[in-house]
């Protein structure tokens, strides 16, 4: 098994920062995993944030957050961050970060998610 733990969320303002920090229990530098963050706004379905490869080489978006979002990682210290920048009270829901192995196609570690709440 692999645990995640997320941490850095809070009660935010429109147009505020904010940066969320991942922490796995295996050791990123003999386990290549890709890493993904997620996100549930209230009474909406999960849905798809941003993805960083292993190398961290590739990035992907999704296009509500390009622009305002990035993704990072240091697989010296087993983390993975969000940072977000630009907020919107849209953007408020519960933050998963994910882990998925080079062998698996989809994300298979899951978080407990961290709450993001952004007013106006």
């Known amino acids: 098994q692999v645990q995640l733990v997320e941490s850095g969320g809070g009660l935010v303002q429109a147009g505020d920062s904010l940066r969320l920090s991942c922490t796995a229990s295996r050791s990123f530098s003999t386990d290549t995993y890709g890493m993904g963050w997620f996100r549930q706004a209230p009474g909406k379905e999960r849905e798809f944030v941003g993805a960083?490869?292993?190398?961290?080489?590739?990035?992907q978006y999704a296009d509500s957050v390009k622009g305002r979002f990035t993704i990072s990682r240091d697989n010296a210290k087993n983390t993975a961050f969000l940072q977000m920048g630009s907020l919107k009270p849209e953007d408020t829901g519960v933050y998963f970060c994910a882990c998925r192995p080079p062998t698996f196609a989809t994300y298979v570690y899951w978080g407990q998610g961290a709450q993001v709440t952004v007013s106006s």
């Open positions: 960083i490869t292993w190398s961290g080489e590739t990035k």
